[in-house]
């Protein structure tokens, strides 16, 4: 059999959250807000906070670890890590790197980060899957991992309601079964609007000074307006090109999995394609925006809730800075609890 009819699947996923709950009641005891206020614009309740050297790649090897105990498998046995994180432990070497050590893996093969913000894990699977239909690759973990608690000025109420830290890995598997796993996908980036959603500082451009340090440049910056606007239009255009592209119509998608930004994000999306919100599953409330992380924590949670069954297809949907953005629908394969 020709690679090129190699699919990828999803054999396991494993998640970690660190124990530490901040919710909105404490948070306004930070800020200038309260819990209604978050609640209403956002959906969220709480958030986890990372401790004092819990870092992305600590919180990627334990939900990696979880992904590869659940499939029975060995750090062995990964022929491929890609680690998605807009917060990674340090600027270089890449968190990847850095989580290999930390669970073991094997030095021969490949260990890289992906930069895509929100879009990250959407991002990783898609690079995965095709270094691994050439079947150079076997088993791939993808993971999503942030500590957004070190990038927010939690002295700006604007955006540090919102982010919360976590992890959550995917252990990728090719099979010559047709029609399971990662079936289509849709990528797009618009440069143009970097400002929109960004960083300032700490990077070669700017990077840190004790000027820099005292103008806060090297918090995250965001225009949440504009920031909402486009998350509802690509996210929905993405779910619907990727929807065509596949040649599935919306009626025959079970779950939709988008990145937990914001409910009324969600609820928007939901609209604009005509898809109950019993459809969108959500653990924004407890977890806020994960970046890269949500996507594999819903979807954890959406399958151990025993929602997703084997046999359903199940839409991914991101969005984030860049701006990115990207969805890939997929055909859920059973993993072992
Ligand atoms: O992962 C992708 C990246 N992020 C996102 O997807 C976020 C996208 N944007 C959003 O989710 C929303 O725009 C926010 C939740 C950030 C803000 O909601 P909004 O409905 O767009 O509120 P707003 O920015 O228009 O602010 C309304 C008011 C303002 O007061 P004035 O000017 O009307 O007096 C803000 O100063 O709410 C004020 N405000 C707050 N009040 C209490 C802003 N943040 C807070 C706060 N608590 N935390």
Redesign the pocket.
């Known amino acids: 059999m020709s690679s090129a009819e190699l699919s990828v699947f999803i054999r396991a996923i494993g998640v970690h959250t660190p124990e530490r709950k901040l919710t909105n009641a404490e ?1 306004s005891t930070m ?4 819990d209604e ?2 609640k209403t ?2 959906g969220i309740a709480e958030r986890r906070i990372a401790a004092p050297g819990e870092n992305p790649s600590d919180m990627g090897a334990k939900a990696a670890a979880k992904a590869l105990e659940r499939a029975g498998l060995t750090p062995a046995d990964v022929d491929l890590l890609i680690v998605a994180t807009m917060t990674p432990d340090v600027p270089f070497p890449s968190t990847a790197c850095l989580l290999q050590a930390k669970l073991g893996l094997r030095r021969d093969i490949p260990c890289f980060d992906v930069s895509a ?2 879009s990250g894990f959407v991002y990783a699977l898609q690079v995965a899957k095709d270094m691994m239909r050439s079947g150079a690759y076997r088993r791939t973990l993808v993971v999503g991992a942030e500590k957004l608690s070190s990038v927010v000025d939690w002295s700006d ?6 982010f919360g830290d976590g992890a959550g890995a995917v252990l990728l598997e090719t099979t010559p079964e047709k029609n399971v796993g990662l079936l289509g996908n849709l990528l797009g980036a618009d440069g143009n609007n970097a400002e929109l ?1 960004h960083c300032a500082g700490g990077g070669s451009a700017a990077p840190a000074t004790a000027d820099s340090l005292r103008d806060g440049k090297h918090f995250l910056r ?1 225009n ?2 504009e ?2 606007r486009h ?1 509802v239009r690509v996210m929905a255009e993405s779910c619907e090109r990727v929807l065509a592209k596949c040649d599935v119509r919306s009626e025959q998608v079970a779950w939709f999995i988008p ?1 937990q ?2 409910s ?2 969600l609820e928007a999306v939901a609209s604009q394609l005509n898809v109950g919100m019993d459809r969108f599953p959500s653990n924004l409330e407890r977890y806020g ?1 994960t ?1 890269a992380a ?1 996507i594999p924590l819903a979807l954890e949670e959406a399958w151990k809730d025993g929602k997703i069954k084997h046999g359903d297809l199940v839409l991914i949907v991101a ?3 860049g701006l990115t953005w990207g969805a890939t629908l997929l055909r859920w394969h059973e993993p072992p609890r």
């Open positions: 948070l800020v200038d807000t309260s206020w978050i614009r956002s913000a929100c109420r604007t955006t540090c309601v919102l959603l965001m949440g307006k920031v909402f998350a990145h930004a914001n009324r994000i925006n970046s949500s969005f984030g800075a």
